[in-house]
């Protein structure tokens, strides 16, 4: 919302005035708005194609975010091998480049008509953005496009799909540290507050780029081990209808877990609640506010089976749930995974070099 806000604004108040000031401010503030509006919906449609094509090769799309220069389509599971990888990273900039082609042929087409107005600017501007959109994500750089261009193509070539994923990351570390050293310095330079959009954007892309290395590492470490070889078992559960007066007071307290999934009257999960929840609970109100009131529900809980790899779980935890999840066998709750029970079978793991199933 608020790229969104400053987009509309960039163009309402500085391009489209500049480029027809005979229009009044309503003009530019509605043109500003559909141009932002259509430009989302740009970003919409190159991430749709991935998860399209994704989904045409065997992978399920958890959800889509969206930011400046594209967004991420959160893929559960793995392509199955590098001409997977290549046609799912390949399409978004693909699509990027067709949308910017044809906005730009429409813009021509109402200017060639007599049209010099908003409308053909704001087309204008679409077509530009698009193509610079597919030019950027086309960068050889995770988490962009085109990093997963590059490992797609190392992986073909090397067979390692981890190594091929450590150079595309660190690809984009570097790409990274180039755009923040870029702004940063032209910032100083200048004085141009503009500049340090090209700092932000390099630190997002160094951030996500080292957050995908890790999480590849952590994947390979853990191997043929199943999610029964990672979960603690029989976890204890709390009640939906007890407060947070009630479970602070209870002996489920004593056991020192810091996080216990929510049932309703004895049954399956329907939720999940941290210690860190709780705590944003203010005294005065922990006797009325019951527990399913404040537990992440369970579309936000990773959920996993016995015999599933527990690699394969690593991509669908979440940050409500803060990194765990439920394990569930024909709907009854069996176990559940922390940050701690997977940093202990790495550990153990690292000990005793040893990664494969019990």
């Known amino acids: 919302m608020v790229i969104f806000a400053l987009i509309a604004w960039g163009l309402a108040a500085s391009r489209f005035p500049a480029a027809y000031p005979q229009y009044g401010t309503t003009a530019y503030v509605i043109a500003g708005l559909l141009t932002a509006l259509a430009f989302f919906a740009s970003l919409l449609a190159h991430e749709l194609s991935h998860a399209l094509v994704a989904r045409r090769n065997g992978l399920h ?15 559960s599971g793995e392509a199955r091998n590098p001409g ?20 730009l042929i429409v813009a021509e087409l109402l200017s060639a008509s007599g049209y010099h107005d908003l409308v053909v600017a704001g087309f204008g501007w679409l077509g530009a953005i698009n193509i610079l959109l597919a030019v ?27 190594k091929a994923i450590q150079w595309s990351s660190r690809a984009g570390e570097v790409f990274g540290w180039v755009l923040v050293a870029v702004g940063l310095i032209t910032f100083f330079a200048r004085a141009d ?11 997002f892309v160094i951030g996500a780029a080292t957050a995908e290395s890790q999480q590849a590492t952590v994947r390979n470490q853990l191997g043929q081990l199943a999610i029964r070889d990672v979960m603690t ?29 929510v049932t309703d009257n004895g049954r399956g999960p329907v939720g999940l609640v941290t210690f860190n929840q709780i705590r944003h609970v203010q005294p005065q109100d922990r006797a009325t506010t019951r527990l ?67």
């Open 61 to 75: 799309v958890e959800d889509i975010t969206l930011w400046l220069f594209g967004g991420v389509a959160r893929l």
């Open 84 to 103: 997977a990888d290549l046609r799912i990273a390949g399409v978004g900039p693909l699509v990027s480049l067709l949308l910017g082609a044809v906005f």
């Open 136 to 162: 950027f994500n086309a960068i050889p750089a995770a988490p962009l496009d085109g990093g997963r261009l590059l490992r797609s193509i190392i992986w073909w070539r090397t067979g390692d799909r981890l």
């Open 193 to 203: 507050f503009g500049a340090l959009w090209f700092a932000l954007i390099g630190w």
């Open 233 to 261: 078992p029989n976890p204890i559960t709390a009640s939906a209808s007890m407060t947070v007066a009630d479970l602070l007071s209870s002996d489920l307290i004593r056991h020192r877990h810091s996080t216990f999934p």
């Open 292 to 358: 399913r009131d404040i537990a992440c529900p369970m579309e936000q809980v990773a959920q996993a089976w016995p015999d599933e790899p527990a690699a394969a779980l690593l991509p669908r935890l979440s940050q409500c749930a803060e990194g765990r999840a439920l394990v569930l066998s024909d709907g009854v709750l069996v176990g559940i995974i922390s940050p701690s029970d997977i940093n202990r079978v790495l550990r153990w793991i690292t000990t005793t070099g040893h990664n494969e199933r019990t």
